[in-house]
């Protein structure tokens, strides 16, 4: 079972604000990005147009009401259940602060913002940190008991697990704010194992959603926030006025209506024929193995000499996320994006000369 860890903030060795864009952000022209999980190809045009309409009413001061109403109805909520947020890494900076905690517990490896966020509150955090051979499944009494705030991913980035919503809902219970990421949720077909829906009646839970995948819109900068009014309120209280800008407004209200969720559910069911492919390219390698089963828009990879291979794969013109920026990875990781079939054979194919050159 695994075991909690304790994590002073000098003991963090793990740089913790490593993010993918930073495998390509000086890369210049012509690398395939693998290392970016934002859906290619995207914003759409229709969401473009919407965003750019927006901008004849930036005089005005931003109103999130519309917005707010267009996502409670998305989930099926009350209004006072959600809070809009600058993208989800804000939420994880406003749950810092907005709460408490006596015991902080993060479940590793994951997203490394919430925890960032915690030690920069000057909270004192504790790491459940799962194991390869347990497939990096959350067993609930990993946990500590008297845990009073708990983060997880679902699907989990950056292993691509996807833990089922009872295994996640055993861990909320009074007294305790159970915080679920679920960043990529929108990319697994169905979103079987959200939570979202269940904001305000377990209790403690907070859901945190994303935008920027699925849309496209890491530089706009949208997310939200599914929780009972008093938390929701509390997340309020830490937050600025006007934090989200009229032009995200405008992508939420856009990106939450019918039409927008029916073309998210169809790219999730293409993200998961595109993710087979890759899995099955991988597997034809011997070197390589994969985190399965994988339900996210990533994979995760072990193999040997791993930096050096992801320096080969940019002399080769592609970028992959290094994994031991994760608490509970180390150097023998890679983070892969799911993209098209044709892209994926490319890749594959020059990660076999990556891996067989010395």
Same mark, same amino acid.
């Given at each position: 079972? #695994?075991?909690?860890?304790?994590?002073?903030?000098?003991?963090?060795?793990?740089?913790?604000?490593h $993010?993918?864009?930073?495998?390509?952000?000086? +890369?210049?022209?012509?690398?395939?990005?693998?290392?970016?999980?934002?859906?290619?190809?995207?914003?759409?045009? &229709? %969401?473009?147009?919407?965003?750019?309409?927006?901008?004849?009413?930036?005089?005005?001061?931003?109103?999130p009401?519309?917005?707010?109403?267009?996502?409670?109805?998305?989930?099926?909520?009350?209004?006072? $259940?959600?809070?809009?947020t600058?993208?989800?890494?804000?939420?994880?900076?406003?749950?810092?602060?907005?709460?408490? +905690?006596?015991?902080?517990?993060?479940v590793?490896p994951?997203?490394? =913002?919430?925890?960032? +966020? /915690?030690?920069?509150?000057?909270?004192?955090?504790?790491?459940?940190?799962?194991?390869?051979?347990?497939g990096?499944?959350?067993?609930?009494?990993?946990v500590?008991?008297?845990?009073?705030?708990?983060?997880v991913g679902?699907?989990?980035?950056?292993? !691509?697990?996807? $833990?089922?919503?009872?295994? /996640?809902?055993?861990?909320?219970? #009074?007294?305790?704010?159970?915080?679920?990421?679920?960043?990529?949720?929108?990319?697994?077909?169905?979103?079987?194992?959200?939570?979202?829906a269940r904001?305000?009646?377990? #209790?403690?839970?907070?859901?945190?959603?994303?935008?920027?995948?699925? &849309?496209?819109?890491?530089?706009?900068?949208?997310?939200?926030?599914?929780?009972?009014?008093? !938390?929701?309120?509390?997340?309020?209280?830490?937050?600025?006025? &006007?934090?989200?800008?009229?032009?995200?407004?405008?992508?939420?209200?856009?990106? !939450?209506?019918?039409?927008?969720?029916?073309?998210?559910?169809?790219a999730?069911?293409?993200?998961?024929?595109?993710?087979?492919?890759? %899995?099955?390219?991988?597997?034809?390698? =011997?070197?390589?193995?994969?985190?399965? #089963?994988?339900?996210?828009?990533?994979?995760?990879v072990?193999?040997?000499?791993?930096?050096?291979?992801r320096?080969?794969?940019?002399?080769?013109?592609?970028?992959?996320?290094?994994?031991?920026?994760?608490?509970? /990875?180390?150097?023998?990781?890679?983070?892969?994006?799911?993209?098209?079939p044709?892209?994926?054979?490319?890749?594959?194919?020059?990660?076999?000369?990556?891996?067989?050159?010395?």
């Amino acid at each position: 079972m #695994p075991t909690p860890t304790e994590g002073p903030q000098e003991d963090s060795v793990e740089d913790l604000r490593h $993010h993918g864009d930073a495998e390509v952000r000086d +890369a210049g022209a012509g690398l395939t990005d693998l290392a970016v999980n934002v859906r290619a190809g995207t914003p759409p045009a &229709w %969401l473009k147009e919407r965003i750019a309409a927006s901008l004849d009413g930036l005089a005005a001061y931003p109103d999130p009401r519309p917005a707010r109403r267009a996502v409670a109805a998305r989930h099926g909520l009350p209004v006072d $259940h959600v809070l809009l947020t600058a993208g989800a890494a804000e939420a994880f900076v406003l749950v810092a602060r907005a709460f408490a +905690a006596r015991r902080p517990v993060v479940v590793h490896p994951q997203f490394t =913002e919430p925890e960032a +966020a /915690l030690r920069d509150a000057g909270h004192r955090v504790e790491r459940v940190l799962l194991r390869e051979r347990e497939g990096f499944r959350l067993a609930p009494e990993a946990v500590p008991e008297d845990a009073d705030l708990v983060v997880v991913g679902n699907p989990t980035n950056p292993t !691509s697990v996807l $833990h089922p919503a009872g295994v /996640l809902g055993a861990l909320a219970r #009074p007294g305790r704010v159970l915080v679920v990421d679920e960043a990529f949720m929108d990319a697994v077909p169905g979103e079987r194992a959200s939570l979202a829906a269940r904001a305000g009646e377990l #209790p403690g839970l907070v859901v945190l959603r994303s935008l920027t995948k699925t &849309w496209g819109l890491a530089g706009l900068r949208i997310g939200y926030v599914l929780a009972a009014p008093e !938390s929701i309120a509390a997340l309020a209280r830490a937050q600025p006025l &006007w934090p989200v800008s009229a032009p995200a407004l405008a992508a939420a209200e856009g990106c !939450s209506a019918p039409a927008a969720l029916a073309e998210a559910e169809h790219a999730a069911r293409r993200i998961a024929a595109d993710r087979a492919h890759l %899995l099955t390219r991988l597997g034809e390698l =011997e070197r390589v193995r994969v985190c399965e #089963p994988a339900e996210g828009p990533f994979v995760l990879v072990r193999l040997p000499d791993a930096a050096a291979v992801r320096e080969r794969l940019r002399g080769r013109g592609f970028a992959v996320r290094r994994g031991d920026t994760f608490p509970g /990875l180390g150097p023998d990781w890679l983070r892969i994006a799911v993209r098209d079939p044709e892209t994926t054979d490319r890749f594959t194919e020059a990660l076999a000369k990556s891996l067989t050159e010395t």
